[in-house]
Nanobody, 116 residues
């Protein structure tokens, strides 16, 4: 089992920045991908950004150029730096880690609200 704990969400004004963190613990092996998803009210959960074990990154078109995913292998933590936030970025953000066997682990989520 892998336990994931997100932090860093909150209320921010449009144009502002936040940094989300996701700390992993437990049986952290054979992890092939780590990422951030989000789910806005009334919408399906969507991929925001992901980083593979090899360091390759992938972003949703809606966040390219504004969000950056990174990782700290020593701390078993991934981050999502979010800049130039827009009201449409408002959502619950979930951390996801995928194991080689196709098993996905999810955090409980952290709420990001972008509003003036």
């Amino acid at each position: 089992q892998v336990q994931l704990v997100e932090s860093g969400g909150g209320l921010v004004q449009p144009g502002g920045s936040l940094r989300l963190s996701c700390a992993a613990s437990g049986s952290i092996f054979s992890i092939i991908s780590m990422g951030w998803y989000r789910q806005a009210p009334g919408k399906e959960r969507e991929l925001v950004a992901a980083i593979t074990s090899g360091g390759s990154t992938n972003y949703a078109d809606s966040v390219k150029g504004r969000f950056t995913i990174s990782r700290d292998n020593a701390e078993n933590t991934i981050y999502l730096q979010m800049n130039s936030l827009k009201p449409e970025d408002t959502a619950v953000y979930y951390c996801n880690w995928e194991r080689l066997e196709g098993i996905h682990y999810w955090g409980k989520g952290t709420l990001v609200t972008v509003s003036s």
